[in-house]
């Protein structure tokens, strides 16, 4: 279902562009890449390998366009941070990163819709997904990874996100073995 033309958007890159690598190679069409993480800027910024048909933004998703605070990872070996409180990052160690709702990050970059939209947003993605299934967006693909492990009720969280997308007119079309990567097909309105 990819072509040249496609417009993807990559939400949480960390350190591996291998899924975006792999849809320049595969469609040889352009990857928008986003990530506010310290370390995945950073790394981004020493990579000369990347293809010119991948763009890095160094701001992340959320329902709103604001300058939040950012809790990075415990373990110093680790990239992903999180604007949610949860096992794995520090809650006394945060800097403040840029976040842009997917209405104006759509309105920057002059596009009216996206073929496929990957979100790895360590849990950010039950506070998003309203705002994106609720906007003018079409989007034909959902690529999630969901991070229910992460609270208390997220058994119940990811529930009312599967019924949201399937209100929307979402389909799964494919589970990985984890059962953590769940990815989605628009087939109706």
Not at 31 to 51: F, N
Not at 121 to 147: A, D, K, T
Request: hydrophobic fraction near 35%.
């Amino acid at each position: 279902l990819l072509h040249p033309d496609a417009i993807v958007y990559s939400f949480g890159i960390g350190q591996d562009t291998s899924f975006d690598d792999a849809i320049i190679q595969k469609h040889n069409c352009h990857v928008h890449g986003y990530d506010p993480t310290p370390k995945s800027i950073e790394w981004i910024a020493q990579r000369s390998d990347l293809s010119p048909k991948f763009h890095f933004h160094p701001f992340g998703l959320d329902k709103e366009t604001r300058i939040t605070h950012f809790n990075l990872p415990k373990n110093k070996e680790h990239v992903s941070g999180s604007i949610i409180n949860h096992q794995n990052v520090d809650e006394n160690n945060m800097v403040e990163v840029q976040m842009k709702s997917l209405i104006d990050i759509v309105s920057e970059n002059n596009h009216s819709y996206i073929d496929v939209l990957k979100m790895d947003i360590e849990g950010s993605e039950y506070c998003v997904i309203e705002s994106i299934l609720n906007s003018s967006i079409e989007i034909r693909q959902i690529l999630l990874q969901i991070h229910e492990r992460f609270f208390d009720n997220g058994i119940e969280k990811t529930k009312e996100l599967l019924n949201s997308l399937h209100q929307h007119g979402y389909k799964v079309f494919g589970i990985s073995d984890t059962l953590e990567e769940i990815s989605f097909i628009k087939v109706s309105s």
